[in-house]
Structures are given as structure tokens and as C-alpha cells.
């Protein structure tokens, strides 16, 4: 390991470390992995992504207009608060085998609503006007996890349109789980 490389304890699936390095390839910060077998996400990816805005300003991931920014936190924090949490292995534990499926579907669409009409108001290509911002970061890994628990994204078609257009990004691509040092050689791209 070289000095001053930053160290990002990450699993493959975690939709908090896929945030992380999505920020990371955005802003080219190489950056050493040391997988871990996380039992619930931390809530710490929001606070280190701004970390990283404020130390490598470039791209930027928080718009310089105080309302785009505003909007780019709430979009962040209603994903990365309101939604993925529902579905951490934690809460499914708790929730039970047989209800899991059922139980992640209800969170996810009942978040999904609520973003889908938010972002009917602020998007252009992304979620926030046309860059990407944190709001973007959070989303992929999200939609993500709904495709994961078979959600129905037809009625979401402000979330498809703009995830298609994150997942063409390099940085959206090599920060994918399916191409992490610690997946599962049956889930690798």
C-alpha cells in the first residue's frame, strides 16, 4: 500500500460502498479495497462523499446553485435514509424468510413514488439538472437493489430513464458490484 492511498472497507454488494466508489472513480482517486462481509451498511457514505467534494473539488458532485444543492442532499437523503435502509440484511432478518420479497418490494415502491414525483421537478439527463451529482450516486445502487428484488420500475420512468443514462458512464461501470475484488466469481461481469 502506498502512503497517502486511501483504504475504502467495502463489500461487493453494499449499496453504501458502491456509492463510495462511484465518487472515487468520478473524481479518479485511486484508492485500495479491503473487502469485508458486512452485516448492515454503515451511514457514513453521504458524509464521506462530501469529504471528497470538499478535499478534491473536481468534478463536482454538489451543484454551486444553493437550491440544486439543497435538491441534490434531499434526493441523496430521502435514497440513502429513507429507502435503501429498509432493506439492509439486518431489517430482513427481523422481517423473516417468507415476508423479505414482499417487504423490500413495499419500501422500494413506496420511496419510488416519492422520487419519481421529486424528480419529475429537478431532472434533465440526471437527477439534479444535467451533471452528476451525489443524488445520481445514490441512485444506481438503489435501482439496483429493486431489480434485485424483482420491482416492477414501470411506473418509474424518470428513475429507468436516468439510471440507463448513469449506467453508460465509465464510472457508474467499474465501481459495479459484478466487477469488485470480493464478488463471487458467479456474479462477476
Given at each position: 500500500?502506498?502512503?497517502?492511498?486511501?483504504?475504502?472497507?467495502?463489500?461487493?454488494?453494499?449499496?453504501?460502498?458502491?456509492?463510495?466508489?462511484?465518487?472515487?472513480?468520478?473524481?479518479?482517486?485511486?484508492?485500495?479495497?479491503?473487502?469485508?462481509?458486512?452485516?448492515?451498511?454503515?451511514?457514513?457514505?453521504?458524509?464521506?462523499?462530501?469529504?471528497?467534494?470538499?478535499?478534491?473539488?473536481?468534478?463536482?458532485?454538489?451543484?454551486?446553485?444553493?437550491?440544486?444543492?439543497?435538491?441534490?442532499?434531499?434526493?441523496?437523503?430521502?435514497?440513502?435514509?429513507?429507502?435503501?435502509?429498509?432493506?439492509?440484511?439486518?431489517?430482513?432478518?427481523?422481517?423473516?424468510?417468507?415476508?423479505?420479497?414482499?417487504?423490500?418490494?413495499?419500501?422500494?415502491?413506496?420511496?419510488?413514488?416519492?422520487?419519481?414525483?421529486?424528480?419529475?421537478?429537478?431532472?434533465?439527463?440526471?437527477?439534479?439538472?444535467?451533471e452528476v451529482s451525489m443524488a445520481d450516486l445514490c441512485l444506481v445502487p438503489q435501482v439496483a437493489n429493486a431489480e434485485r428484488f424483482k420491482v416492477d420500475l414501470?411506473?418509474?420512468?424518470?428513475?429507468?430513464?436516468?439510471?440507463?443514462?448513469?449506467?453508460?458512464l465509465e464510472a457508474f461501470q467499474v465501481s459495479h458490484p459484478c466487477r469488485q475484488p470480493d464478488t463471487?466469481?458467479?456474479?462477476?461481469?
Amino acid at each position: 500500500m502506498q502512503a497517502g492511498k486511501p483504504i475504502l472497507y467495502s463489500y461487493f454488494r453494499s449499496s453504501c460502498s458502491w456509492r463510495v466508489r462511484i465518487a472515487l472513480a468520478l473524481k479518479s482517486i485511486d484508492y485500495e479495497t479491503i473487502p469485508i462481509n458486512l452485516i448492515k451498511d454503515g451511514g457514513q457514505q453521504l458524509a464521506i462523499i462530501e469529504y471528497l467534494e470538499e478535499t478534491r473539488p473536481t468534478p463536482r458532485l454538489l451543484p454551486q446553485d444553493p437550491k440544486k444543492r439543497a435538491h441534490v442532499r434531499m434526493i441523496s437523503d430521502l435514497i440513502a435514509s429513507g429507502i435503501q435502509p429498509l432493506q439492509n440484511l439486518s431489517v430482513l432478518k427481523e422481517v423473516g424468510q417468507e415476508n423479505q420479497l414482499t417487504w423490500a418490494q413495499e419500501a422500494i415502491n413506496f420511496g419510488f413514488n416519492a422520487l419519481e414525483h421529486i424528480l419529475q421537478t429537478t431532472a434533465g439527463k440526471y437527477c439534479v439538472g444535467n451533471e452528476v451529482s451525489m443524488a445520481d450516486l445514490c441512485l444506481v445502487p438503489q435501482v439496483a437493489n429493486a431489480e434485485r428484488f424483482k420491482v416492477d420500475l414501470t411506473p418509474y420512468p424518470t428513475i429507468s430513464r436516468i439510471n440507463k443514462s448513469l449506467l453508460a458512464l465509465e464510472a457508474f461501470q467499474v465501481s459495479h458490484p459484478c466487477r469488485q475484488p470480493d464478488t463471487p466469481p458467479e456474479l462477476r461481469a
